[in-house]
C-alpha cells in the first residue's frame, strides 16, 4: 500500500501549487487595496506597506513566486509602482483593481477545481500500481 500512498504524495505536491498561485494572487488583492489606502492616506514606504504580507517583500525584491504567465502578470504589475506621482498611482491602482480580482476569484476557481482532481487522480494511480503490484 506504501505505493498507493508515495503516488498519491505526487497529486499532493501538484496541488501545492495551485494552493500557492491561489495565495499569491489573493495577497496581491489585498496589497493593492492597502497600497490604495496607503496613498490617500499614510503614504509610508512600500516595503513598510509589503511586510504584513508572506509573498510580497520577495515580490517587490524582484524575486520570482510564480513562474510563466502569472509571474509575468505581477512583475508587471510591481514594475510600475512608485514610479509616478501620488495621483496618478492611485489611478494605476483603482485601474489593476478588477483585474487583479479577477485573477484572485480565478485562483480560487483552479485551485478547487484542480487541487481535490489531482489527488483523486494520483491516489487511483497508486492503488492501480499497488493493485498490479501485488
Known amino acids: 500500500m506504501s505505493v498507493a500512498v508515495l503516488v498519491t504524495m505526487i497529486g499532493v505536491f501538484l496541488s501545492a501549487g495551485k494552493k500557492k498561485?491561489?495565495?499569491?494572487f489573493g495577497e496581491l488583492y489585498e496589497f493593492n487595496e492597502q497600497l490604495l489606502l496607503n496613498m490617500k492616506f499614510a503614504r509610508k514606504p512600500l516595503n513598510k506597506v509589503a511586510e504584513n504580507f508572506k509573498y510580497m517583500p520577495s515580490v517587490l525584491n524582484g524575486e520570482t513566486v510564480l513562474k510563466g504567465k502569472d509571474g509575468e502578470i505581477i512583475r508587471e504589475y510591481i514594475s510600475s509602482l512608485g514610479k509616478t506621482d501620488p495621483l496618478s498611482q492611485i489611478d494605476y491602482l483603482n485601474e489593476r483593481q478588477s483585474?487583479?480580482?479577477k485573477y484572485k476569484e480565478d485562483s480560487i476557481e483552479n485551485y478547487k477545481k484542480y487541487s481535490s482532481l489531482y489527488i483523486k487522480i494520483f491516489f487511483m494511480l497508486g492503488v492501480l500500481a499497488a493493485v498490479m503490484l501485488a
Open 21 to 24: 498561485t491561489m495565495n499569491v
Open 99 to 101: 483585474a487583479l480580482r
